[in-house]
C-alpha cells in the first residue's frame, strides 16, 4: 500500500464510522482534525482514530486499551488479527452504555 492509497483507506474508514453513529442515532460528536478523528460523548470522554503515516497504520484509543491496525486482506487487522471494527464497536458500547455496533 502506498501512501495515497493509505488515506483513502483511512478517509473512507472514518466517513463510514461517522455515518454508522449517524444511522444508529448515537449521540455523539465526531470531529477531524488533520490525522486525528475523535468520537466524544455528552459526558466528554473520547475515542480517538488517528492515523499514523510513517507507519501506514490506524491506531485506536480508548478506556478499554490501544491498538495499532495495518490494512491488510480489505481490513484493518492488528499484529495478531483482532478486526478494528468490533474492537471499535466494544469501545463505543462501554462509553455508550448500550451496544453499539460498526460492521
Known sequence: MNVA???RQVEQTWSYVEEQLD???IDVDCDTHGS????T???GQQIVINKQEPLL???LASKLGGYHFK???G???TADQQAFFPLLSAALSA???ETVTIA
Do not use: A, C, M, P
Not at 36 to 39: A, E, G, K, M, T
Open 5 to 7: 492509497e493509505f488515506h
Open 57 to 59: 497504520e490506524l491506531w
Open 75 to 77: 481490513q484493518w487487522l
Open 23 to 25: 444511522e444508529q442515532e
Open 95 to 97: 462509553y455508550y452504555g
Open 41 to 43: 460523548f455528552e459526558n
Open 71 to 73: 490494512y491488510r486482506d
Open 36 to 39: 486525528v478523528f475523535s468520537i
